[in-house]
């Protein structure tokens, strides 16, 4: 029905010419009309894929987005070398950009077989197919992803865009009329003039490519309604046993106030956030469960109800990135919610020959941490809980690893959804094989929030604050030195746990003229900041933080 004539690359088979056409017409079409038509057909494409994508996600519950699959395939393989376990540290940046140039690939891929499809008319087919193949391909692999979503959205696009590449290269090649109204004549139609088929053309691509923006917003919209955020609007938290520190937040004289300095406990929707998935694993507690197994006497698998009727406990800690540079922001406390992990590794009964403790995601994110952390006495909680919410989605809704004292990227696994007990040998998780080190714990850091690097402030008493944090361990001092000056005690805020970061005040008496300001931080075991720098790779930045101002009238 589509071959009205109007669409030289569905081919007419009656035609005595050997590509089924009348070539002529085809590459008479200037290139550029080729490569815009291609483009557009391109666009349209990867817009309706996202569009069925949105829709299939309302019938089966999971969304399917190629794009996102593409992009989350891209992170785990070819992004391998560039990555680090702060992926989307560029201020959030990395993921949009990521989006931005695949779709740009698609467009500049679709420009080229624009061009390239009048020598050989079932390129565009072969070249729309094989695009949708992989696309189909890409969501397949992300878990839990519904196979027939990816594939209705994959064909869907594909189509679409293989269709629009063939009735906009008809356009452009003076043949008349809408693809679907005309159906006689399997002959070219005069047109009524060179500028009128120039008009017709960039009109419908015009048209086209607006019909792809439309497809493309709503399927975005459309992907926004996740199963996960409805399940957890209704998820209620049970009580949990709190701790003498939580308690304490909020309590008057607890915290300090001095503007730009961090609060003790960091509100969700600052927290930090990262991870490799391009594509919020979407997962719906019902149908979610947690098991413990490998080198465990008894194997378990608890549902998500089951868990919330476990004991709870609430903790404060400071969980930290290793790719937090000295003095940067992926770094932040909350109050965790959860199930002590030794408990549920006594349900299981762990093995005396199991070394390595594997959290594993349902997006096939893996850590590993040493059994002991999970045994030792220190916090370690799988958690559903932070700062008096359900996990936020992007967090690691329903349910996350919390380890004091050691590095997201080796402990703190969100959307967890197997915990395997086996040895170091056995297994590499997911950032070792790309460089991390395998055991990480948080280095003692001290951070100034202010004032700001490169600011200009009065002579005078200025308040000098910031937060240190040596997780599991506790801060017992921070000093600050102004230029070549002693190291001077810092006011500390009441510890919270000893997993907590500690805010710290200094009041400096400013004197004018350009001044440097260090910070560095001892903790509990005696163990003081020292100068550095070293990098964030293998495991973890060291070094003071310093911050320039000017002191001026
Ligand atoms: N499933 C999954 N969990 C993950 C990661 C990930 O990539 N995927 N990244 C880890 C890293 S590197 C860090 S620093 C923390 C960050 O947790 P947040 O995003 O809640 O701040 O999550 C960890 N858990
Ligand atoms: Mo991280």
């Known amino acids: 029905m589509f071959n009205g004539g109007v669409n030289p690359l569905f081919g007419d088979p009656t035609s005595p010419e050997t590509d089924g056409t009348s070539a002529s017409d085809v590459t008479s079409i200037p290139r550029r009309w080729r490569a815009l038509a291609g483009a557009v057909a391109a666009g349209l494409a990867v817009a309706v894929a996202e569009f069925v994508g949105g829709l299939t996600g309302l019938v089966t519950g999971t969304g399917v987005t190629l794009v996102g699959a593409v992009g989350d395939w891209f992170i785990d393989t070819i992004g391998r070398p560039l990555a680090a376990p702060a992926i989307d540290s560029l201020g959030g940046w990395s993921k949009p950009l990521l989006v931005v140039g695949i779709v740009a690939v698609c467009l500049g891929l679709g420009a080229l077989v624009g061009v390239a499809s009048h020598r050989r008319r079932h390129l565009a087919a072969l070249a729309f197919g094989a695009a949708g193949l992989a696309g189909a391909a890409a969501a397949i692999g992300v878990e839990g992803a519904s196979v027939a979503g990816a594939v209705v959205a994959a064909g869907g696009g594909a189509l679409s865009g293989w269709w629009a590449l063939g009735w906009l290269l008809g356009l452009a090649g003076g043949r008349s009329a809408l693809p679907m109204t005309t159906t006689r004549s399997l002959t070219a139609e005069p047109m009524t003039g060179p500028g009128t088929t120039r008009r017709r053309f960039l009109g419908f691509a015009g048209l086209t490519a607006a019909v792809g923006v439309v497809a493309a917003v709503a399927g975005r919209a459309l992907q926004g309604s996740s199963v996960a955020e409805t399940a ?270 500690r805010q710290w005040v200094w009041t400096w008496d400013a004197t004018a003229g350009l001044h440097t300001i260090r910070v560095r931080a001892t903790d509990r075991t005696g163990f003081t900041q020292p100068e550095g720098p070293r990098p964030v790779a293998p495991d973890g930045a060291e070094g003071w933080h310093t911050r320039r101002v000017t002191v001026a009238d």
């Open 232 to 501: 957890r609007s209704s998820v209620r938290l049970p009580a949990a046993t709190t701790t003498p520190g939580v308690s304490r937040i909020g309590a008057a004289g607890t915290e300090f106030t001095t503007p730009g300095l961090s609060p003790l406990i960091t509100p969700n929707a600052d927290f930090y956030r990262i991870d490799t998935a391009l594509v919020l694993p979407d997962v719906n507690p019902t149908d979610w469960s947690l098991t413990i197994d490998g080198m465990v006497d008894r194997p378990v698998t608890i549902t998500f109800d089951e868990l919330l009727a476990m004991p709870m406990v609430e903790e404060v800690v400071t969980l930290a990135c290793v790719s937090n540079p000295v003095g940067g922001s992926l770094v932040g406390t909350a109050v965790w919610q959860g199930v002590p992990l030794a408990t549920l590794l006594a349900q299981a009964g762990v093995q005396p020959t199991a070394q390595q403790l594997v959290g594993r995601s349902v997006d096939g994110f893996t850590v590993g941490f040493p059994v002991e952390a999970a045994t030792d006495g220190r916090v370690a909680l799988v958690a559903v809980g932070m700062n008096g919410e359900p996990l936020p989605v992007r967090n690691g809704f329903p349910a996350r690893l919390v380890v004091a004292g050691l590095y997201g990227y080796v402990s703190a696994t969100k959307w967890l959804r197997q915990i395997e007990l086996t040895t170091w040998d056995a297994f590499d998780p997911y950032w070792i094989p790309r460089g991390w080190a395998r055991e990480a714990p948080v280095r003692t850091q001290s951070r100034i929030d202010v004032p700001t690097n490169g600011s200009t402030v009065r002579p005078g008493p200025v308040p000098i604050a910031g937060v240190a944090w040596a997780p599991d361990t506790g801060i017992e001092r921070v000093e600050v030195r102004v230029d070549d000056g002693p190291w001077v005690p810092a006011e500390l805020s009441e510890p919270l746990s000893n997993d907590a970061w």
